[in-house]
């Protein structure tokens, strides 16, 4: 156990390039302990303009942002931010605004659905990175907190959430307690690249399994497989409320 955990705690360095940006994606690791420390206004607006700003698919930018100071947080949904973060912005994917300029999108759901998600993806991913480089730490929560894709009904609720606009993530930020963060146990880079065709080496998932599931036990005293059930309870409910959402694409 000893000789696993060293190797995990080894694995953990990130490489030193001679680029600061780089060197910012390589350390950048998920925190889910911070201090009790406001984050200004101004941040948070910083955040929001570099989600703003980011790339989409044909320039449609099908996103909304819901920014929320602490304070804000708790008046809204009752209880803290989770992890004791000090701002958090819930990401939604947004069709709504096609709405005015062309229906096409009623004709492909799916497709425009998955379209929605990439574009709002991506623009959490870059105020990930945006709170990085601006000093602050941060977690980005599926159904922690009910503030994610499994919880469409509670936030369609809680936001006045239009048809057509579908909640995804929340992205939790502040200030670390401590700059020593743990990440846990990712697969190699020649396990998820393929050249050619692809190619599935077995033996490396099931090693990062393994990883995985001893991480967890350390950390958050449960299996992987436990921290799965907690999901499972959920997803006949978002399965359900997903493919109503779905339907009202269309109609």
Known sequence: MLNKLLR??????????DNDFLNLLYSRKTCRSFLNKEVPKEIIEEILEIGARTPSTVNLQTWSFFPFSSEEWVKKFNSPI????????????????????????KNYPLFFYTLAVINASLAAMNMTIACEALGLKSVLLSQTGRTGFCDISYLKGKLALPSLVFPLTTLAFGYPKSSVLFSPPKLAKHSVTHYGEYQLDANAVNNWFKDMDFVCKMVDKEHLTEKFDKYLKL????????NIALKEISS
């Open 235 to 242: 997803l006949p409910d978002a399965e359900k409320e997903l």
């Open 82 to 105: 989770p992890f004791g973060a000090k701002a958090a912005i819930i990401i939604c994917a947004d069709l709504k605004r096609l709405e005015l300029v062309d229906n096409v999108y």
């Open 8 to 17: 995990l705690i080894f694995n953990q360095r990130a490489p030193k390039r």
